[in-house]
Every structure is written in C-alpha cells, then in structure tokens.
C-alpha cells in the first residue's frame, strides 16, 4: 500500500558537511525524476550524482548524491528515494523545498517509521527501538536498544504467545474431546505448562524496574552536609567544572542536573544544596529542593570528608534514606598519608582535586543502580517502558486467572458449561499483540 508522498531532511540542522533527504510514498520516483537532472530509477540502491534543480525556477541547488528504492524492499516498506545534499541551514531546506514544489509534502516527526510500522517492515517494538536507539546517549542503552531493534523481545513475547495459545488449545481439547482415545490431559500438565508461562512473564517483569531506569538515566542525588565538596566531585564524575565551587559553606542553592555516563550506563547526576537550617530564604528553599530530588532518586551519592567519623546526623540522615546510598568520603588527598580512621566498607574514597576514587565511584553507581541488567550480560530482552511493563502484568494477570480457572474446568470438567473460562482465557491473546500495540 503507498500512502502520500512525505519528505524530510533526516540530519540534524546545523553546519555539516552532508545532509540527508527521505523521500517515501506513492509517485517519489517521479517527484525526485523533477528535481534531480538526468534521474535514473535503476539500478537500484546506487548511488548516483546528479544536479539539483528547483523544478519551478530551473534554479541550481546543489549537487547531490541519491539512491533509489522501490516498495518493499525499503525503511518505510514503500517506493523511497535518499538524497545526500550538501548540510548546512540553506541548502538541505531549499532541496527539501524543491521536492515540495515537485508534490511531496513535508512529512510529521516519526512518519517515516510509522509507515515502516503500517507496511509491517517494523513491529511497535522495533519502532520504539528506533526512537531509543536515536536518544541513546550511554553505551548500554544502545545495547539494549539495537538488540530490541533485533527483535529480542518481540520474539520473546512471540514464544509467550505461541505458548499460551498452545495451552488454550490444550484445554480446549480436554474440553471439546474428553472422551478421545489418547485419553484425558493430565491436569498437572496444564498446571505445569501454565506455571512455565507464568514463570517467563515474571522474567521479564523483573527485568522493567532496570529496564525503565536504562531509557530514561538513573536519578543519582549527590547530597550532604555544605562545604564537603559534592559539587567538585559532580565536576569530577562529569568531568567538566559545570558547578560553581567555592570554599564558601551554602554555595550551590539550587539542584543542578546533568547527564553522565558511568561504566557504560546512563545517570542524570543532581548537585544540590548543602543540608542545614539556614536563616538564608534562598539557601533554604534549595535545601527543600534537596529534599525533594532526595525524594525521587534511584541512589544517593552521599558525601563526608574522609578522615573524620560520620556525625550522628549523617549517620542516620543516610539511614533514613530511601534510595540506596553510597557514601563518598571526600577530599582524600588532604589525608596525604595519615591513618587512624576506618574506612567502611562499601565506603568510596575520592579526591576531586587528584581524581582519587573517582572511577570506582563510577563503576560503584552502575553497580548499585543496574545491578540486575549488570549481572544479566546481554544475552535477554530488557523491558524498557512503561507500555511493555503494564501489558506484561496484565498478562501475568490474567495467566494467573486462567490457571485458577483452569482447575476450577478441570475438576468439575462434566459438570459446568466450560465455554465461559475458556473465552477468559482468550483474552490472553490480545495482551500478547505487545508488539503490534493494538
Ligand atoms: N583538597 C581538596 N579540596 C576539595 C576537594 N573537593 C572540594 N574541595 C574544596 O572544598 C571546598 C568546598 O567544595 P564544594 O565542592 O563547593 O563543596 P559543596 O559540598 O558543593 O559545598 P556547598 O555547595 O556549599 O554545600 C572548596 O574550597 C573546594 O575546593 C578535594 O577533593 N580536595
Ligand atoms: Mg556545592
């Protein structure tokens, strides 16, 4: 099916040497014969130089590199051409302009994929992956992205839903044949076959917490009393002097947020202000905006100067803390080597000032907020939204309910009309179209 003639420049806007031009719908080959001098539709997926011409003025825009496709064998599954033009802010829009003129229209964010995804070259699963693929800003998230976008855990729910169609075949049949001669299905068949689907589902669902946490950056709050030197280690983990230090106690008043990457996984890594009761109006509404942050975070980066015991405030200000919290003992070179303190363990000892501990700080947040995904390898599906999550318990749900009903049909097989929990059962089907998104 080829829908409208869509176009758009695919590359970011902004001074670069090249810039690419999707062309994708019914009649581009045409539309691309009217900008592009001497087009030739084949052979196809060659690259081929040609001028580009405004088709109304005749104008020379630019000489540009193009490719052909023709439906199916696309990205979007339709005919598509592709146009490497020079970048740059004037002549990718002025191309892009002529292909207008020539009929095509300007295509929406995501048409191109949307229309891979309704030509079935993508399923919903793979089509999010794209979009993953393209924020991803840790080597991780790619990971996960690229093996979604290999259909890992499309075929994973695949397998689910063949299996528990499998199963709705198995009860139907003792159902519709009890009486066959190869003889009743053991009901701990179906019990065991049901537990296996219920098992793999649970799988899954534990891989979400993580899997949410990868797409979107762990939330790491670095927090502790003014002055111990929290913003000069989020410069150290960061690597750039992005928050202002002084030896000024109160100096950060606000949360500063910027994105890190630690052993290969995401963090949004929060600076904020110094905890104390403060007379300083400002001071203490950045306090309460520590408060909040400390609130919604994945872990806690909680510093204190190495050398000295915890006071009892931070000892149980870190026990009172929700999130799990690693604590950073601070500005280890003024040590030099003086011993008489214990470090404790699980303590990290850093000096932002000689990058003492900074990287095992690094691999320490991956650790404690990717545990999970960090010990599975690669090798399994990772559930990364919210989407994935909910229709995934509502599978489980509803498993759950078919078991119970399953032996409930079982044990009173002869005596009840089946029919009803077997339509219960599926419904089963249509949590399984995860990757459809109907
Ligand atoms: N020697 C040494 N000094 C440090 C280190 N880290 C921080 N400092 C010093 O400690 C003082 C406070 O540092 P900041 O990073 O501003 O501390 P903070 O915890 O963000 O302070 P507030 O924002 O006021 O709560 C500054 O004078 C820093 O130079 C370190 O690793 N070694
Ligand atoms: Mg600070």
Redesign the pocket.
């Known amino acids: 099916m080829l829908s409208d003639p869509i176009a758009a420049i695919a590359t970011p806007p902004g001074r670069a040497g090249v810039a690419l031009i999707r062309l994708s719908g019914m009649g581009v080959h045409d539309i691309a014969a009217a900008v592009l001098k001497g087009f030739e539709l084949e052979p196809l997926r060659t690259a081929r130089l040609a001028d580009v011409i405004h088709p109304a003025t005749g104008e020379l825009l630019d000489r540009a590199l193009y490719l052909t496709y023709r439906a199916p064998s696309s990205y979007t599954g339709e005919d598509v051409v592709e146009l490497s033009t020079h970048g740059g802010l004037l002549v990718p829009a002025e191309v892009l302009g002529a292909l207008i003129a020539a009929g095509a229209r300007q295509a929406t964010p995501g048409e191109f994929t949307r229309r891979a995804l309704g030509c079935g070259k993508l399923d919903l699963l793979q089509a999010e992956a794209v979009a993953d693929l393209v924020h991803a800003t840790a080597p991780e998230q790619r990971r996960a992205a690229l093996g979604q976008l290999d259909r890992g855990l499309s075929k994973r729910i695949a397998e689910l839903r063949e299996r528990t169609l499998e199963l709705e075949a198995l009860i139907c049949y003792e159902i519709d044949f009890p009486e066959e001669d190869s003889g009743p299905v053991p009901p701990e068949t179906i019990q065991r076959a049901i537990a296996a689907v219920e098992q793999q589902l649970v799988q899954l669902l534990r891989t979400a917490g993580e899997g949410e946490r990868l797409r979107e950056g762990a939330l790491a709050v670095?927090s502790?009393?003014?002055?111990?030197?929290?913003?000069?280690?989020?410069?150290?983990l960061l690597g750039t002097d992005r928050?202002?230090?002084?030896?000024?106690?109160?100096?950060?008043?606000d949360a500063i947020e910027a994105h890190a990457t630690c052993s290969g996984f995401p963090f949004r890594l929060i600076?904020?202000?110094?905890?104390?009761s403060s007379n300083d109006v400002v001071e203490q509404i950045g306090v309460e905006v520590s408060h909040r942050y400390l609130g919604t975070a994945d872990i806690v980066v909680f510093?204190a100067e190495a050398g000295r015991e915890l006071t009892e405030t931070e000892r149980a200000f870190v026990q009172g803390l929700t999130a799990p919290a690693i604590v950073a003992r601070?500005?280890?070179?003024?040590l030099g080597h003086a011993g008489g303190w214990e470090v404790m363990e699980g303590d990290v000892v850093?000096?932002?000032?000689?990058g003492?501990g900074i990287d095992a700080l690094r691999e320490r947040l991956a650790e404690r907020a990717f545990s999970n995904l960090a010990a599975r390898g690669n090798v399994e599906p990772v559930v990364t939204r919210e989407r994935h999550r909910m229709a995934l318990e509502r599978a489980l749900g509803l498993v759950g309910l078919e078991r119970r009903q399953a032996s409930a049909v079982l044990e009173t097989l002869l005596q009840v009309d089946p029919a009803e929990p077997i339509r219960q059962g599926g419904q089963l089907d249509l949590v399984f179209l995860l990757a459809s998104g109907t």
Not at 243 to 253: D, H, S
Request: neutral net charge.
């Open positions: 670095i502790g009393c003014p002055n111990v030197g929290k913003s000069s280690l989020f410069n150290a928050a202002i230090v002084t030896e000024i106690p109160g100096t950060t008043r600076d904020t202000a110094g905890l104390r510093c601070t500005k280890a070179d003024l850093v000096s932002a000032h000689t003492e």
